[in-house]
């Protein structure tokens, strides 16, 4: 069974520019939730879906926006990079109950 | 506002030493606290998941125990081997995953 899977794994990006990241959650799993993780610090909560809608959201500016389709698969969405978006982005699935699994990440640079 | 804190930030032992990892937080209110293993530039492995209503999970070598009342997770690392080296973080879980700061383990041979 294939676990949660992040496409891509690596981009660099110019600051100004937007970037589309894509996770495809473990099947059967309905929710999906974004994460910030830059460097030296712990993961940092942007959104999180369930049933293609939004559930949550953390602190971060309306740059950073997302979706999920009906299949469950999700794209975060950053418009106008700035330097300070440069991290490991991670998207973690889970069914319903509280085991959240995490995909091996994108790491974005920008420059 | 929930806040994670995991001490030691970084920890150097020799193999086959035992050691206990820290977190705390401080809201008691909690669903769960989830620890999880960051090998360098990889995402995170979910190690163990300790409901609110329990006291302790156990798996193989690692054993993590929740104290609410004072705030309190431990992880506890029996027989260390080098293949243990990564980051450990704790999470504890309200309606998201707050993260802390992770401890940085090295397991020299």
């Known amino acids: 069974d294939a676990g949660v899977t992040q496409s891509p794994t690596h981009l660099i990006k110019t600051r100004g520019q937007q970037v589309t990241l894509r996770c495809s959650p473990i099947?059967?799993?309905?929710?999906v939730s974004w994460y910030q993780q830059v460097l030296g610090q712990g993961p940092q909560f942007i959104f999180q879906?369930?049933?293609?809608?939004?559930?949550g959201r953390g602190n971060f500016p309306d740059r950073f926006s997302a979706r999920q389709f009906p299949n469950y698969s999700s794209e975060l969405n950053v418009n106008a990079l700035l330097l300070g978006d440069s991290a490991l982005y991670l998207c973690?699935?889970?069914?319903?109950?509280?085991?959240?699994?995490f995909g091996q990440g994108t790491r974005l640079t920008v420059v | 506002k929930q806040e994670v804190t995991q001490i030691p930030a970084a920890l150097s032992v020799p193999e086959g030493e035992n050691l206990v990892l820290n977190c705390s937080f401080t809201?008691?209110?909690?669903?769960?606290l989830q620890w999880f293993r960051q090998d360098p530039g990889k995402g995170l492995t979910s190690l163990l998941l300790i409901q609110s209503s329990q006291r302790e999970q156990t798996s193989g070598r690692l054993n993590a125990s929740l104290d609410k009342s004072s705030g309190r997770s431990t992880l506890y690392i029996a027989a260390s081997q080098p293949g243990d080296s990564a980051t450990y973080l704790c999470a504890v879980a309200d309606d998201k995953l707050i993260f802390g700061t992770g401890t940085r383990l090295q397991v020299f041979p």
């Open positions: 809201d008691s209110a909690i669903y769960n």
């Open positions: 099947s059967g799993h309905k929710s």
């Open positions: 973690a699935s889970s069914l319903v109950g509280p085991w959240a699994f």
């Open positions: 879906y369930y049933e293609k809608e939004e559930r």
